[in-house]
């Protein structure tokens, strides 16, 4: 089974990406563009009986620091 795994910054925690992304939109003269967030896609191929927690569990120790991010599985 697919899964597809968004890792995206909790609101409130700076995201120095995001801002250099912003800046860079801007030189190139895309006006318009109020804020940007960037985080991460992972996709993983995983045995089709894998439990829900089984994924959780590995989100919560590897794929995503959830003190500061938070994360959403996507099946595929």
């Not at 829900?52 to 569990?57: K, L, S």
């Amino acid at each position: 089974m697919k899964l597809r795994i968004f890792v995206t910054l909790k609101p409130g925690v700076l995201d120095p990406q995001g801002r250099a992304i912003h800046k860079a939109l801007d030189g190139l003269g895309f006006a318009g563009v109020n804020d940007v967030r960037a985080g991460k896609l992972i996709e993983l191929d995983v045995a089709d009986d894998m439990a829900d927690a089984q994924v959780d569990e590995m989100c919560r120790k590897l794929l995503a620091n959830t003190v500061i991010e938070n994360f959403r599985v996507e099946r595929a």
